[in-house]
């Protein structure tokens, strides 16, 4: 099964500035035939559902602000916030769907600083 | 927009059985896969198993693998996930969530919080 790391566990930052989270998995999520990496990330509010962001590593859900980016390919991701909102207040999940058992991170918890 | 609308919470006693529903509001789940998740209280997200309601065909964490069953009811666009043996250390909130054509989870249900208490 492959297994999801993401670090750190929490971070805090300041309003406008940037928020980077990594996600890190045991094996790479490359699909070779058409060059796309199985990975999600996700926003989950307290007492909220998780949120999609992007999906193929980098490609923006519909609707989320462009300051969230995802990138990385093979076995390691971010997810950047580029300028923190106080709205971004949550935990960010990784979630690799390259093969089943699909599996998340652990979660990151964003705070502001 | 299809929604996800779940079934309400349960209280269940250790050792009995729980059998969430999942019901397509505004749309059919047409060939997308469903999936369970879970999420313990203060904990992660947890995925638990997958149906794909047009086939029937589904898949298990093995960790679930014969205590967790998911059915579709097509005609009222209705997935259920029924567990069984029931303990403490499921007590959490189930969430289910259509999977996104491209990947990943682009329609969550509500989720619905089981409690196993004695």
């Known amino acids: 099964d492959i297994v999801m790391t993401q670090s750190p566990d929490s971070l805090a930052v300041s309003l406008g500035e940037r928020a980077t989270i990594n996600c890190k998995s045991s094996?790479?999520?490359?699909?070779?035939?058409?060059?796309?990496?199985?990975l999600a990330w996700y926003q989950q509010k307290p007492g909220q559902r998780p949120r999609l962001l992007t999906y193929?590593?980098?490609t923006r859900e519909s609707g989320v602000p462009d300051r969230f980016s995802g990138s990385g390919s093979g076995t390691d991701f971010t997810l950047t916030i580029s300028s923190l909102q106080a709205e971004d207040v949550a935990v960010y999940y990784c979630?690799?769907?390259?093969?089943?058992?699909?599996?998340f991170g652990q979660g990151t918890k964003v705070e502001i600083k | 927009q299809v929604q996800l609308v779940q079934s309400g919470a349960e209280v269940k006693k250790p050792g009995s059985s729980v059998k969430v529903s999942c019901r397509a509001s505004?749309?059919?789940?047409?060939?997308?896969?469903i999936s369970w998740v879970r999420q313990a209280p203060g904990q992660g997200l947890e995925w638990m198993g997958m149906?794909?309601?047009?086939?029937?065909?589904?898949d298990y964490a093995q960790q679930f693998q014969g205590r967790v069953t998911t059915t579709a009811d097509g005609s009222t666009s209705t997935v259920y996930m029924e567990m069984r043996s029931l303990r403490s250390d499921d007590t959490a909130v189930y969430y289910c969530?259509?999977?996104?054509?491209?990947?990943?989870?682009?329609?969550w249900g509500q989720g619905t919080m089981v409690t196993v208490s004695s």
């Open positions: 094996q790479s999520l490359l699909y070779s035939s058409n060059n796309k990496n199985y």
């Open positions: 979630q690799q769907y390259f093969t089943t058992p699909w599996a």
């Open positions: 969530a259509r999977e996104h054509e491209n990947g990943g989870f682009d329609i």
């Open positions: 193929w590593a980098s």
């Open positions: 505004g749309g059919t789940f047409s060939s997308f896969t």
């Open positions: 149906i794909v309601p047009a086939f029937g065909t589904t």
